[in-house]
């Protein structure tokens, strides 16, 4: 028994050092793993064009009411049946007689207080002529000249009574409404009338805070009216204090109305802002970044580098965009293909002659985000330039 384990002994043993022996040859013999490659990273491929600041003169374009420069409701001046009035859309002249109230006894007072004047005026003077001979004393002929008076006076208001039941046009205009028609008995103070004066128009607008300092009295503004008719018109007036509630301040823009256009239109109001410098590209170079700020990518001075740079729209129209922000000077891209960020390596080719459009001299031949687009531009330039698909380690 002491001899069979030591035969299984001396195999086992045996073995594990066969494997020993045959593990260790194998891993002297191993060569190393070789050194990993650096991985080529292909550099973005992107066209710009230069673009200078120039000078502009901005315009806000703002919508507003258009009211009529005054609207005057007439009014009985004392009560009465009105007698006669102009029908609705007479033209008035200031001064000018448009509704008639009955006279009733006015007519009459009037008589009576006339007769009074004269009674009291002989009754004076009989009083002067006996002061004058020492008959009577001064106190009475001052009694006499107050009594006078007193008929004047009497007679100044029916005069006045009977002559309020004329009632005339307060001011030029255009008779809106009539309240009270013929037959209509109407209170003193109440209504008869409503005139309105178009000519010239006002136009009320509401001017932001960043705006208001560059809009000024006196100065033109274009208006559009609803219906595509066309007229100048000027500040005449600015709110010292803003709105409230939306922190603007209104303005009002009188505009001359010779023709006639009736009030309640609405109407765009086009106001010049201060002159800038800035810079005219097109809409759909415009980008947002991870803030949300717009801007555009711009390349930075050593000419291969990527810098994301925040505008503002300081004008907008159909064929392109003005914006600020920028250098004087800007080498700004207009095409690319795949997404940029700011830092980004680039390398940079010009912007070909017939896409130069894209920075808004004119309409753009091709979109500067479509991929398709993009990269058929791209791959010509890349052909056309020498070392195109250069790789940076």
Known sequence: MARYL???????????????????????????????????????????????????????????????????????????????????????????????LSADDREAGVARAEAAVGSAERDYEAARQLRERGVTSEAELQSRFAQLESARAELRAAELELQNTRLTAPITGTVSRVIAETGTFVDAGGEVLEIVRNDPLIARIEVRQSEITAVRVGQQAGVVFQGGREATGRVRFIAPVATPETRTFRVEVEIPNPDGIPAGLSAQITLELEPQQAHRLSPALIRLDDAGRIGVFIVADDGRTLRFAPVEIVQARAEAIWVTGLPERARVVTIAQGALSDGQTVRVSETPEEYRGILGDAEAPVDPADPAAAADLLGAANAAEPGAGAAVR
Not at 83 to 93: D, F, I, K, M
């Open 6 to 100: 030591s035969s299984s002994t001396a195999v086992f043993l045996a073995i594990i050092g066969f494997m020993v022996f045959w593990i260790g040859g194998g891993m002297l013999n191993r060569e190393a793993p070789p050194e990993p490659q650096p991985v080529e990273i292909p550099v973005a491929h992107v066209a710009a064009s230069l673009s200078e600041a120039e000078r502009i003169v901005p315009r806000t374009a703002l919508f507003g009411d258009v009211v009529p420069d005054q609207t005057s409701v007439l009014r009985a001046r004392t009560g009465g049946i009105v007698e006669e009035v102009v029908t609705q859309g007479h033209e008035a002249r200031q001064g000018e007689a448009l509704a008639r």
